[in-house]
C-alpha cells in the first residue's frame, strides 16, 4: 500500500508512506505476523531522505529440519595441536584438562564432523530498519546519482551452522572449558585427537549487523560515446552473533575463514561501460578488504588477509537488433587467492576468494 500524504509544496517536492503486513500460518510452527513500513520524502528534484522498518520471520528448511545426518572429513583447524609451544596459559590449561598430550600434533587438516538436519530447530524472527539519502546533482553533473543507506539488522533464534573451527576455537579460549561448545565434541583418551564433533544447525541466541552502502551511478557521454559507471561500496562495521541467550558474542566482522566466509570491513564493485555504434568494452572491479583469520594467532603465516582486487573486461559487438557477440576474461592480472591458516579447501577461503585464475570467454546470443 502506497499513501502519497504532500507533494508541490516547499521543501515538500512528494513525500510518500508505503507499507505493507503478511500473515503467515505454518502447521509444525504456528502462525506470525509481519510488517514493513517505509517513508521516501523528496525535498527537491537533487535531494531525496528515505528510511524503512520491517520484521521478518522465517522457518527452518526441510534439509535444514530432515537433511540426513551424516559424517565427512571437513577442514577443520584443532586449536591443541601443538599447544604447549603456544605460550597461551588459557589454552595449555583447557588443552590438558582434555587429557591431550603436550606434545599432539594433528594429523592432516580434517576432522570428522557429523553434518546434517537438525528436529529441533525452531523458527527465527528479525527486525531491520534503514535510513538514507538520495542526491542527484542534476544542474552540476546530469546523470550522476549517490546514495548513502544505513542498515541495522538483528535476528534472534538466528538458524546457523557455526563450522567445528569455530566451535573448537571458542571452546578452548574459554574459562576451564566453559563454553557450551565443549559439549559438541570429544576426544580419544589415548591420542587426544578429536573422535566426534557436530556441526549441525542450530538456533543461535541472537545475530546483529550494521554498516553502510555506498552507491555512485552515472550515464552520460563524451562526444558521441555513451559512458556508463555503476560503483557499489559497503561497510561493515558490526556483525556478531550470541551463540546462545546470554552467551559472549563472537565477532565475524573484519574475519574470515574457518568455514565461516568472509566479513571484511570493506567490500566494493564496480562496472564502467563505454558503447559506441553497437560495440561496446565494460570493466568491472571487485575489491574484498582486508580480514584477520578466525582462528589464526597473532604473527602466524596466514593470520591476516591483504586487500584483493579481481578485475574483468569484456568486448561486445551488436551484429543487429536481435543478435550479440562477446569476448572477454575475468580476473586480467590472474590475481591469486591469499592463504588462510584455517582455509576450507585449497589453502584459502574457498567461499570469499576466486580459484581459477585468468581465464577467457566467447559468447553468442541471439534470438527468434
Not at 527537491?44 to 520471520?57: A, C, E, V
Not at 576432522?111 to 538436519?117: A, H, K, N, Q
Not at 546530469?142 to 557455526?162: M, V
Request: charged residues 15%; proline residues 5%.
Amino acid at each position: 500500500m502506497s499513501v502519497p500524504i504532500l507533494a508541490g509544496k516547499p521543501f515538500f517536492e512528494a513525500l510518500t508512506l508505503d507499507g505493507a503486513v503478511r500473515y503467515s500460518d505454518y502447521n509444525l510452527f504456528g502462525s506470525d505476523w509481519n510488517y514493513k513500513a517505509s517513508l521516501d520524502w523528496m525535498i527537491s528534484d537533487s535531494f531525496r531522505l528515505r528510511g524503512t522498518y520491517g520484521t521478518g520471520f522465517r522457518i527452518p528448511n526441510v534439509p535444514e529440519l530432515y537433511g540426513g545426518v551424516s559424517e565427512g572429513n571437513l577442514t577443520t583447524t584443532d586449536p591443541c595441536s601443538r599447544y604447549s609451544t603456544s605460550g597461551n596459559a588459557t589454552l595449555i590449561a583447557n588443552c590438558q584438562a582434555s587429557g591431550v598430550p603436550a606434545n599432539y600434533v594433528q594429523l592432516g587438516t580434517t576432522i570428522l564432523t557429523t553434518v546434517g538436519g537438525n528436529e529441533n530447530l525452531k523458527p527465527e524472527s528479525s527486525t531491520t530498519w534503514t535510513v538514507g539519502t538520495v542526491i542527484s546533482p542534476k544542474g552540476l553533473v546530469p546523470g550522476l546519482s549517490l546514495t548513502a543507506d544505513w542498515f541495522d539488522i538483528k535476528i534472534k533464534d538466528a538458524i546457523r551452522a557455526i563450522p567445528g573451527s569455530t566451535k573448537l576455537s571458542i571452546c578452548y579460549a574459554s574459562q576451564n572449558l566453559s563454553h557450551p561448545f565443549c559439549d559438541d565434541f570429544t576426544r580419544s583418551p589415548l591420542t587426544g585427537e578429536v573422535t566426534f564433533l557436530s556441526a549441525q544447525p542450530i538456533n543461535t541466541g541472537r545475530e546483529e549487523m550494521n554498516g553502510l552502502d555506498l552507491g555512485l551511478v552515472y550515464a552520460g557521454g563524451i562526444g558521441s560515446v555513451n559512458i556508463s559507471l555503476d560503483v557499489n561500496l559497503t561497510y561493515l562495521n558490526k556483525y556478531v552473533v550470541l551463540p546462545f541467550p546470554g552467551g559472549d558474542p563472537i565477532d565475524f566482522d573484519g574475519f574470515i575463514g574457518g568455514g565461516n566466509g568472509g566479513y571484511p570491513k570493506w567490500r566494493g564493485y564496480g562496472v564502467l561501460t563505454a558503447e559506441k555504434d553497437g560495440v561496446s568494452a565494460t570493466w568491472s572491479t571487485q575489491w574484498i578488504g582486508k580480514a584477520t583469520d578466525f582462528n589464526a594467532a597473532p604473527g602466524e603465516i596466514g593470520y591476516s588477509t591483504p586487500n584483493v582486487f579481481y578485475h574483468n573486461l569484456q568486448v561486445a559487438f551488436k551484429i543487429d537488433e536481435k543478435t550479440r557477440f562477446q569476448v572477454g576474461v575475468d580476473n586480467v592480472f590472474d590475481r591469486k587467492a591469499p592463504y588462510i591458516q584455517s582455509f576450507t579447501d585449497a589453502n584459502t577461503d574457498t567461499m570469499t576468494y576466486d580459484l581459477l585464475g585468468r581465464r577467457f570467454y566467447v559468447g553468442f546470443r541471439t534470438a527468434f
